[in-house]
């Protein structure tokens, strides 16, 4: 038996092998490809078309929006949100919006990023590889490789290619 015969998610998800559903029916997942090994926690939503790489650990309340591309070995914090559309409107024009009315910004989160509880992700981001983002900070735009961000809006920290302690 497929664990997907077990869980009441949506038959165009790709669950790779090994992948854990801590609590199969408190997630929504829908559309998205999941790599091997990687953890999704309760209350999480995966949205159509993102893909999570290998050993990726997803904790609990957290919202992944269409567009986000993430790494292999990338650690998501407790109630982290992805955001994808700059400027989000319910209508236009008297009409309400519908998928396609408006433009989606992708996000990458590369290899090893860890991201910590409560952060919000902007539009259009990059988190680099080895980056970290600090519990609650809003990050409004691109994280290099190796650095430490932090903050409202998240400001860089410190680099992690040294070896020097703050």
Same mark, same amino acid.
């Given at each position: 038996?497929?664990?997907?015969?077990?869980?009441?998610?949506?038959?165009?998800?790709?669950?790779?092998?090994?992948?854990?559903?801590?609590?199969?029916?408190?997630?929504?997942?829908?559309?998205?490809?999941?790599?091997?090994?990687?953890?999704?926690?309760?209350?999480?939503?995966?949205?159509?078309?993102?893909?999570?790489? /290998?050993?990726?650990?997803?904790?609990?309340?957290?919202?992944?929006? %269409?567009? &986000?591309?993430?790494? =292999?070995?990338?650690?998501?914090?407790?109630?982290?949100?992805?955001?994808?559309?700059?400027?989000?409107?319910?209508?236009?024009?008297?009409?309400?919006?519908?998928?396609? =009315?408006?433009?989606? /910004?992708?996000?990458?989160?590369?290899?090893?990023?860890?991201?910590? %509880?409560?952060?919000?992700?902007?539009?259009?981001? %990059?988190?680099?590889?080895?980056?970290?983002?600090?519990?609650?900070?809003?990050?409004?735009?691109?994280?290099?490789?190796?650095?430490? &961000?932090?903050?409202?809006?998240?400001?860089?920290?410190? %680099?992690?290619?040294?070896?020097?302690?703050?």
């Amino acid at each position: 038996m497929n664990q997907k015969d077990l869980m009441p998610i949506a038959d165009d998800v790709c669950l790779n092998k090994g992948v854990i559903i801590q609590h199969p029916n408190l997630v929504n997942l829908y559309g998205c490809t999941i790599g091997e090994g990687s953890s999704i926690g309760p209350f999480v939503e995966i949205q159509r078309d993102v893909v999570v790489g /290998r050993l990726c650990k997803i904790s609990s309340h957290t919202f992944i929006c %269409s567009g &986000v591309i993430i790494a =292999d070995e990338v650690f998501i914090g407790h109630g982290v949100i992805f955001t994808n559309d700059l400027y989000p409107q319910a209508a236009r024009n008297g009409n309400l919006l519908r998928s396609g =009315d408006w433009e989606l /910004r992708p996000i990458h989160v590369e290899y090893g990023a860890s991201i910590g %509880s409560g952060a919000i992700i902007l539009p259009g981001v %990059s988190i680099g590889r080895g980056a970290v983002v600090g519990a609650g900070s809003v990050v409004t735009c691109d994280v290099p490789d190796l650095t430490v &961000v932090a903050g409202v809006p998240a400001r860089v920290i410190k %680099s992690l290619s040294t070896t020097d302690d703050c």
